[in-house]
């Protein structure tokens, strides 16, 4: 499992579009924060907050993560190595397993270099610290829960093919539904006292609630469901040759 974990993380950085995903996920991010003359625009804001990236944050993964995923099934069953792998001494749950936590690490590589807006922005500050870290650091948290749960998503894409580029089409539907295809069914107020619960079925009311600096047990029991249950799923895919 550890081999596979290593594998995948080497295959990805010794590939180009790697490299390249990350680093549009940095300049987006840094032309909204220090760039364009918009309210998520660090500079104009005059607070010494970094929300421009947590509030753009999640829209760029929407893109980022399926990028990330749209190989580790689907490049396997086209290459035909799917079928070697399946041979080897591991159960299905630690080939998805071993390839969730590659895919979850090299998110938290394209988060890591963010950290120097932290530190800029703690130090534009007025005086220098004027700077609501728990608030951050919460939004941090709340990112990397996000961040995880499209990973999850983005797996059982792959799985349901050997193309990449429809792999990655279908992430970005499944991952886009579910961040804000609740909020919007919400905003119909079409159900009356139902409403709220659809609302909860969404990524966006619980990503907001942690982002929030309150880590409430609700938003992450939520947060691991969602991993448990597309995880399954993709395991469920992977069994179905047998069937």
Not at 28 to 56: C, E, K, R
Not at 203 to 228: C, K, N, P, W
């Amino acid at each position: 499992m550890y081999t596979l974990f290593l594998r995948e993380i080497n295959n990805f950085f010794n590939n180009l579009i790697g490299y390249i995903s990350i680093a549009v996920f940095l300049i987006i991010n840094s032309l909204f924060l220090w760039v364009f003359p918009i309210d998520t625009n660090i500079l104009q804001s005059g607070y010494a907050n970094i929300d421009g990236l947590f509030s753009m944050g999640p829209f760029v993964f929407l893109f980022l993560i399926p990028a990330i995923t749209m190989r580790f099934f689907a490049d396997e069953k086209k290459s035909g190595t799917i079928e070697i792998l399946l041979t080897k001494p591991l159960t299905d749950t630690r080939i998805v397993l071993a390839k969730y936590f590659a895919a979850f690490v090299l998110v938290v590589f394209s988060l890591l270099p963010t950290l120097i807006y932290v530190a800029t922005v703690y130090n534009l500050g007025f005086p220098v610290g004027n700077m609501d870290m728990g608030a951050t650091w919460g939004s941090y948290l709340g990112l990397l829960f996000l961040g995880a749960g499209f990973v999850a998503i983005g797996l059982f894409a792959s799985s349901l093919t050997d193309n990449q580029i429809v792999s990655f089409i279908v992430s970005i539907f499944l991952c886009g539904f579910a961040y804000i295809g609740f909020e919007f069914i919400y905003s119909l107020d079409m159900f009356g006292n139902f409403d709220l619960f659809i609302r909860n079925l969404g990524i966006y009311a619980h990503y907001t609630s942690i982002s929030r600096g309150v880590v409430d047990s609700r938003d992450v029991l939520y947060f691991l469901s969602l991993i448990v249950i597309f995880l399954l799923l993709t395991k469920v895919k992977l069994e179905s040759r047998k069937w």
